[in-house]
């Protein structure tokens, strides 16, 4: 927090001096009852945040080791600490990312999918079926006897 909560208390009951007249105990009074009110909010939103201890420290592990977010049958999200199958466009756009920002935030390899692994597989098996490795070549090496028959 920027502000400690004693400043917090400070600051509101400055502000409500300024528009009604309080005095002294009504100032001292009321200053404990918002520190009071504000630490009790404070605890109740650390308690209640999103995910427990256990997945906290291990989005945390994830942070310091990034690649092994990469899983077998899901991809976590080191942003939010989601588990997917495949961190999109649209999902990394929420933060303010494109996949190659994100993969440099978190020095994951440009060449790395984000998807997991058991996803990437099946792409791979899917595109190797339909022959996509040889239409490929094929398609460079006529690019390339046209570029050298132009240039």
């Not at 400690?4 to 400070?10: F, G, K, R, T």
Request: proline letters at 4%; aromatic letters at 6%; a positive charge.
């Amino acid at each position: 927090m920027s502000k400690s909560l004693i400043e917090l208390s400070a600051d509101i009951i400055a502000a409500q001096a300024e528009h009604r007249s309080m005095t002294q105990e009504d100032m001292a009074q009321g200053l404990r009852t918002v520190f009071q009110t504000l630490r009790d909010l404070h605890q109740t939103y650390q308690s209640t945040e999103p995910g427990d201890p256990e997945a906290k420290s291990e989005l945390a592990y994830l942070r310091q080791h990034p690649l092994e977010s990469i899983q077998r049958n899901q991809v976590i999200c080191l942003e939010s600490g989601k588990a997917y199958k495949l961190l999109s466009n649209r999902h990394l756009a929420l933060y303010g990312l494109t996949p190659r920002e994100y993969k440099k935030k978190w020095g994951i390899p440009q060449t790395t999918p984000l998807s997991a692994r058991s996803l990437t597989q099946r792409r791979r098996k899917l595109a190797k079926e339909m022959g996509m490795g040889a239409q490929l070549a094929e398609w460079r090496a006529q690019r390339k006897q046209q570029q050298e028959q132009t240039g």
